[in-house]
């Protein structure tokens, strides 16, 4: 499996500041996608990437950004956080390193687990 | 847009029984996959079973096994002789057919945390 490394593995941030999340994969995967957990909500895709500059969104989109300007990197941006979100955010990446099939698999980050006070 | 429910948020069971988890998806697409995750306390995210939809046969992988019933939409994990360490969150999670742009991502239940009794 790819290496995924996110950073920060914590952050308390105050309502209305910028956040931002990042993803770090090793191995030039295309697919990248940004979750969030939250208790009675499982896992909720945020935005996803597949590729360099391409993006879109998931469920939970808004009040969230996300840059993908390098293969390695899908940074999620919170323009103003508020305290609904807080949550643990997961970020993952799909196995195959050029096309998306989801018999490759996916690999999932550690998360980030963010509180907005 | 599919839709999976896990209607069980917490199940125990006694170790070294069993315990069948369940789950059911809605979706209007014939060909697609399902998967059942594990999260233990480490937040780690670990693929326990897959099954394609167009497989009849049931997947299994040592102890989980899943009974997957197509017309009825519904993918439950039965895991036999229950052990602590699989004491966990419990995702059950949908992704459509690769070929249709827009599927390339996974719905997740809201997931069912079992306990193992010792």
């Known amino acids: 499996d790819a290496g995924i490394t996110q950073s920060p593995r914590h952050k308390v941030t105050e309502t209305g500041t910028p956040v931002t999340l990042r993803c770090h994969q090793t191995?030039?995967?295309?697919?990248m996608y940004w979750y969030r957990q939250d208790p009675g909500h499982g896992l909720r895709l945020i935005h996803y990437s597949y590729g360099v500059k391409d993006t879109d969104k998931g469920e939970v989109s808004d009040g969230y950004s996300v840059s993908r300007s390098k293969t390695e990197d899908f940074l999620l941006t919170l323009e103003s956080a508020t305290s609904s979100q807080t949550s643990v955010y997961f970020c993952a990446i799909s196995d195959g390193r050029d096309r998306w099939d989801p018999l490759d698999g996916y690999t999932f980050g550690s998360g980030t687990r963010l509180t907005v006070v | 847009a599919q839709t999976v429910t896990q209607s069980q948020p917490e199940m125990s069971v006694q170790e070294a029984e069993t315990v069948t988890l369940s789950c059911t998806y809605d979706t209007s697409e014939s060909d697609y996959y399902l998967f059942w995750y594990k999260q233990p306390p480490s937040r780690q995210m670990i693929l326990v079973i897959r099954?394609?939809?167009?497989?009849?046969q049931n997947a299994t992988e040592n102890r989980f096994s899943v009974n997957f019933q197509k017309a009825a939409k519904s993918f439950s994990l039965k895991i036999s002789d229950s052990q602590l360490g699989d004491a966990a969150m419990y995702f059950c999670a949908y992704s459509g057919i690769w070929y249709n742009f827009g599927n390339e991502k996974l719905t997740f239940g809201t997931g069912t945390r079992l306990t193992i009794i010792p």
């Open positions: 099954q394609e939809a167009y497989k009849q």
């Open positions: 191995e030039n995967h295309r697919y």
